[in-house]
């Protein structure tokens, strides 16, 4: 059984351009959530997805958009890149919803705007 | 709307001494409510899951308690070593099934 994992690990971009960050879920898992980790802050929830449909979104803008494919892996695109984007991009599986069953969270992607 | 402080954001002590970590939340109609410990730079460990249900879980030198009508938990950590020091996030999960976490402790054990 393979956990999360996250690619790539590290990632530098500039203001104004687009980024797509990846996730596989962990086995048997058909949920994924995004969040997003300021520096000294705790993580914020960004979006869900639940066997390819959206099912809940944190206040965040519009140009963070997800995907969830068919075998449940998920990306996260963030278009118009502004510096307070600059965060720790985590991704976390689990099965069904909503059951309060554990969701287990991958290593994340450091995304630096400059 | 869920609100979770944690209390203190950063604590020093020396090595050996028991410590408690203090979490509270301002919505008791959770599922569960979860320890993460997150080194710098580093992605999430999840140390101890307590189930609304339930009012306590340990592992190892680890327990943790949760008192959901008073919107509390605690994170006893024993007999701390200087491999503890990292900081330690506390998430309740929602009803609609979204985490909400913590600002975090930073805990410093002195060698």
């Known amino acids: 059984e393979t956990g999360v994992t996250q690619s790539p690990t590290h990632l530098i971009k500039t203001r104004g351009q687009q980024v797509t960050l990846r996730c596989s879920s962990q086995s048997g898992h058909n949920t994924v959530s995004w969040y997003q980790q300021a520096l000294g802050q705790g993580p914020q929830f960004i979006f869900q997805?639940?066997?390819?449909?959206?099912?809940g979104r944190g206040n965040f803008p519009p140009r963070f958009s997800g995907l969830q494919f068919p075998n449940y892996s998920s990306e996260l695109n963030v278009n118009a890149l502004e510096l307070d984007d600059s965060a720790l991009y985590l991704c976390a599986s689990s099965f069904g919803i909503p059951t309060g069953n554990e969701q287990f969270f991958g290593p994340g992607t450091r995304l630096t705007v400059l | 709307k869920q609100e979770v402080t944690q209390i203190p954001a950063a604590l020093s002590v020396p090595e050996g001494e028991n410590l408690v970590l203090n979490c509270s939340f301002t919505d008791s109609a959770i599922y569960n409510l979860q320890w993460f410990r997150q080194d710098p730079g580093k992605g999430l460990t999840s140390l101890l899951l307590i189930q609304s249900s339930q009012r306590e879980q340990t592992s190892g030198r680890l327990n943790a308690s949760l008192d959901k009508s008073s919107g509390r938990s605690t994170l006893y950590i024993a007999a701390s070593q200087p491999g503890d020091s990292a900081t330690y996030l506390c998430?309740?999960?929602?009803?609609?099934?979204?985490?909400?976490f913590g600002k975090g402790t930073r805990l410093h054990i002195l060698p």
């Open positions: 997805y639940y066997r390819e449909e959206e099912n």
């Open positions: 998430a309740v999960r929602r009803r609609d099934d979204k985490i909400i």
